[in-house]
């Protein structure tokens, strides 16, 4: 689909009011579509348009539009049209919204919701931040053990139109506790008066409430599933989490690592929505770190004047020194940040992750010793003694580089700190201030500086 054509079309049939043709047209595409497109125009035609869309149709759309176009929508309609979308959006998006919304806006459209929706929403508010609680839907289809497949479709006909997803039935006792789950295929091809505790499978894996979204993306992925049941404490049944879900949190998380392997403060908005004075927010705290944090750097340098105003062309080289330990200890914390993120490092494996980190600095240092070294003599000109001190720190430089790069994630995490914290820019500080010690003290021990 073309968008932009698309857009333009929408846009002439709105100011011509050709309100049949723009409904029709409408209809005829998905709702993550009409969601894109509206987010293309105007405000005014935005809400126009929204509101020529019939009323279970708008709350699809609504589910897929960005929280400040949600916030303008929602704010503009008439009470009632507002309680309706409220009504019709699931549980987790409504919760989704609402968290973002002023107190005040919240409390009115709470007062306007259902009993049910009220229910719902501040049943999932009640959850810490990034928990499995907060990110669950309560709409599912659930069974008893007594019923016969018969019973069980005609429910599942009664309840599914309202329900996240109907490819997966959860079966509870008189107690809600969770005890099975039966698959909709299952039941099709069950005989009708088949009891549901003899077909259901009983080995469910669930998710607790209280789970780190990030571990719940895990276990997506490791139990290949497309839902999954969350449970209280007591093992009763009070939610699921479906795969969309999942993406999201993927995205979200991902997000947030690369920010902060950037050295900002994560942000929840796109780049595009985030005011200059909120980005500069988010910057420069790491940036005030980071610059005192580098007035190691300039002592080092400092105390080492008599001797680079001794040998003036060592200087030359601190960049190249700096530089290249900085980009190998960036690609040893990167490639253990990710091992820790999908779990396949632990913190008791530090020993076995240093002893190959020092094995491949050293082939990477033999590699680059070399290289570097014809370069000094061949390209530069420099005199062997002097080349074999770069050379050297190259090695060494590497070597501490790797190191630092591969233990100070599995530190974080386990002080309880994201292992992203520790990326490139903070690694890159540490390695410049130990491999110009390394230098100066080479450069002194052996040119007798």
């Known amino acids: 689909m073309d968008l932009e054509n698309v857009v333009e079309e929408l846009k002439e049939l709105l100011e011509t009011k050709q309100y049949t043709g723009l409904r029709q047209k409408l209809m005829e595409l998905n709702e993550a579509d009409i969601?894109?497109?509206?987010?293309?125009?105007?405000?005014?035609?935005?809400?126009?348009?929204?509101?020529?869309?019939?009323?279970?149709?708008?709350?699809?759309?609504?589910?897929?539009?960005?929280v400040e176009n949600q916030q303008f929508i929602i704010t503009s309609l008439s009470e009632r049209d507002a309680a309706n979308i409220i009504d019709n959006l699931m549980a987790d998006d409504a919760t989704d919204l609402l968290e973002e919304m002023p107190a005040s806006v919240v409390k009115k459209l709470l007062s306007l919701a259902s009993p049910e929706t009220r229910r719902d929403i501040n049943h999932l508010l009640r959850y810490p931040e990034d928990s499995a609680g907060s990110i669950m839907t309560?709409?599912?289809?659930?069974?008893?053990?007594n019923l016969t497949v018969q019973n069980a479709i005609e429910r599942i006909r009664m309840v599914g139109?309202?329900?996240?997803?109907?490819?997966?039935?959860?079966v509870l006792d008189s107690r809600r506790t969770l005890i099975g789950t039966v698959a909709l295929r299952y039941l099709l091809l069950s005989p009708p008066d088949a009891v549901i505790g003899d077909i259901m499978h009983e080995n469910v894996i669930s998710i607790n409430t209280m789970m780190d979204q990030e571990e719940v993306a895990r276990q997506f992925q490791k139990y290949d599933f497309t839902s999954m049941p969350v449970v209280d404490q007591e093992n009763r049944l009070v939610g699921i989490i479906t795969v969309d879900d999942v993406v999201d949190i993927l995205t979200q998380e991902a997000t947030e690592d690369i920010e902060r392997m950037a050295a900002i403060v994560p942000s929840d908005k796109p780049y595009m929505r985030t005011g200059i004075w909120e980005t500069w927010k988010k910057r420069i705290p790491w940036l005030l770190l980071l610059m005192v944090s580098a007035t190691f750097t300039e002592r080092i340098i400092s105390s080492a004047e008599e001797a680079l105003s001794a040998c003036v062309i060592l200087t030359a080289y601190i960049p190249m020194l700096m530089g290249t330990g900085g980009n190998a200890g960036g690609q040893s914390s990167g490639t253990i940040i990710r091992g820790l993120s999908l779990e396949e490092i632990e913190f008791e494996d530090m020993g076995k992750v240093m002893w190959?980190?020092?094995?491949?600095?050293?082939?990477?240092?033999?590699?680059?010793?070399?290289?570097?070294?014809?370069?000094?003599?061949?390209?530069?000109?420099?005199?062997v003694p002097i080349a074999m001190v770069i050379c050297l720190t190259l090695i060494c430089t590497l070597m501490i580089a790797k190191v630092v790069g591969s233990v100070l994630p599995m530190l974080a995490q386990k002080v309880g700190l994201d292992p992203a914290v520790m990326?490139?820019?903070?690694?890159?500080?540490?390695?410049?201030?130990?491999?110009?010690?390394?230098?100066?003290?080479?450069?002194?021990?052996?040119?007798?500086?």
Do not use: Q, W
């Open 35 to 66: 969601a894109a497109i509206m987010e293309e125009m105007e405000e005014e035609e935005m809400l126009k348009i929204f509101r020529i869309l019939p009323k279970d149709l708008a709350a699809d759309v609504f589910s897929y539009m960005e």
């Open 423 to 449: 990326a490139s820019p903070f690694i890159t500080t540490i390695v410049d201030a130990l491999s110009l010690i390394i230098y100066f003290n080479i450069a002194t021990n052996l040119l007798g500086l």
């Open 161 to 170: 139109v309202d329900s996240e997803t109907i490819n997966i039935c959860y």
């Open 138 to 145: 309560v709409e599912f289809v659930d069974l008893k053990e």
């Open 356 to 383: 190959k980190e020092l094995r491949v600095a050293l082939l990477c240092g033999l590699t680059l010793f070399i290289v570097c070294f014809l370069k000094l003599l061949f390209f530069d000109h420099v005199g």
